[in-house]
Each structure stands twice: as structure tokens, then as C-alpha cells.
């Protein structure tokens, strides 16, 4: 089955300093990737919606200049937390569509565990 | 708008038990409808998904899930609950947006397993 990582699993930063996950198809190209936040014991919340070759189109009351969304490649969406505070602490699920199976299905990343000081 | 509600926040059965998770949704047209699988601390799993055709899905580890248009729901079952089964649950519907769908999430379903 389709496969989807994420680098890297956990990050503990200071508060202030930026940090950067990437989301990667691992045998399958994913035109169209999504960001997802979870808080504890909460379901995910979409973020944005990355296309390759184009602009992320973000989620109402998610601040593009705060979560800086890059999809260069059919294989690879990076999400960058820019200036982190502990406020932005979470747990961040990307995912990826894959169109070739023939159905719309998204296959998400294990996560990565975000924790600002 | 489009809505998930999945009624039951937390669910534990006895392990050899059937498993019942419910799930209703809020969508104006045929919804692709999925069901995830969360275990603690990971990403998540697809356990199954309907598009259309048959109404009852048969998807991995042995669970099923029935699409009834008519009640706006899609259950989740199993017939006889594994220990390894206790997770967060997750239904999604796919609202259709410039081509692709976005998932929307249910609150989710945890699920503990009395051994």
C-alpha cells in the first residue's frame, strides 16, 4: 500500500527558533498533500492543503506567515513553524492523495510530535 | 455545511465481544465516507472506505462498516474484539473542493479493550 513518512518524529525547540517537518510519498506521487494539527485527545484539524508547483491554500484562522508550506516536488511537502512558541506545541499529521489508486483516498504520515520551550 | 459527529467519545468492550462505532454525517451530495484507525502516539490507518456500489465495506483487520443513506450514517463494526484493537477510532467524510477531497473528521472514538 501507499506509503508516507515524516521526518522528523519529534522536536523539542526554544521558543522563537523556526523548525521543519517534512512529508514525503514514499511509492507514489502525491500532487496534492495536507497538513494537519491534533491537539490531545482531540481529532485532526486540517491546516492547508498543499499542491505541488503551487501556493498552499490554508484553512481559515491558520496564519500562512506562521505555518510556511513548501511542496516542490511530487514526493515531498515540507511545513515550516516559523518563530514557535509554546502555543504551537502539537502533534502534526501530514497526508498525501493518492489519485493513482483510482480513488480519492489520503495516506497520512505517522506524525511528528512538536514541543517549543 | 459538511459535518462528522461520532456520538460515542469512548467505548470498552470485553475482548471475543462484537464492536458497534457510529458514525453520522452531514453532507449535501453521494459523501466518499472513510474510517481511520489511530493508535497512540502514531499517524493513522485506513481501515476501510465507501464510495459507492455496495453498501457494506469490508476493510482490514477484520472489520466491516454499512453506508445507510437514508439514516446518514456509517457504522463501524466487528464482530469479535481483539485486545490489539483498542485505539482512537475516526470517521471522515470527503467534501469535494477544487477537484480533490478534503477529510472531515469526526471527534473520534476511543476504543479500550477489557482482556
Known amino acids: 500500500g501507499a506509503v508516507v513518512s515524516q521526518h522528523p518524529s519529534w522536536v523539542i525547540c526554544k521558543s522563537g527558533t523556526s523548525v521543519k517537518i517534512e512529508c514525503r510519498s514514499l511509492?507514489?506521487?502525491?500532487?496534492?498533500m495536507f497538513w494537519y494539527r491534533q491537539f490531545p485527545k482531540q481529532s485532526l484539524m486540517l491546516m492547508a492543503t498543499?499542491?505541488?508547483?503551487?501556493?498552499?491554500?490554508?484553512e481559515q484562522g491558520v496564519e500562512k506567515d506562521k505555518f510556511l508550506i513548501n511542496h516542490a516536488s511530487l514526493t515531498l511537502s515540507t511545513l515550516t513553524v516559523t518563530s514557535a512558541h509554546p502555543e504551537d506545541s502539537s502533534f502534526y499529521i501530514c497526508?498525501?492523495?493518492?489519485?493513482?489508486?483510482?480513488?480519492?483516498?489520503?495516506?497520512f504520515g505517522p506524525g511528528t510530535r512538536l514541543l517549543v520551550l | 455545511a459538511q459535518s462528522v459527529t461520532q456520538p460515542d467519545i469512548h467505548i470498552t468492550v470485553s475482548e471475543g465481544a462484537s464492536l458497534e462505532l457510529r458514525c453520522n454525517y452531514s453532507?449535501?451530495?453521494?459523501?466518499?465516507l472513510f474510517w481511520y484507525v489511530q493508535s497512540p502516539g502514531q499517524g493513522l490507518q485506513l481501515l476501510l472506505k465507501?464510495?459507492?456500489?455496495?453498501?457494506l465495506v469490508q476493510g482490514i483487520k477484520g472489520f466491516e462498516a454499512e453506508f445507510k443513506r437514508s439514516q446518514s450514517s456509517f457504522n463501524l463494526r466487528k464482530p469479535s474484539v481483539h485486545w490489539s484493537d483498542a485505539a482512537e477510532y475516526f470517521c471522515?467524510?470527503?467534501?469535494?473542493?477544487?477537484?480533490?477531497?478534503?477529510?472531515?473528521f469526526g471527534a473520534g472514538t476511543r476504543l479500550a479493550v477489557h482482556p
Open positions: 511509492d507514489f506521487q502525491a500532487t496534492t
Open positions: 498543499s499542491n505541488e508547483g503551487s501556493k498552499a491554500t490554508y
Open positions: 471522515a467524510v470527503g467534501a469535494a473542493t477544487g477537484g480533490y477531497n478534503k477529510l472531515i
Open positions: 497526508s498525501a492523495r493518492d489519485p493513482g489508486g483510482g480513488q480519492e483516498t489520503q495516506y
Open positions: 453532507y449535501g451530495a453521494t459523501p466518499y
Open positions: 465507501y464510495f459507492s456500489g455496495d453498501t
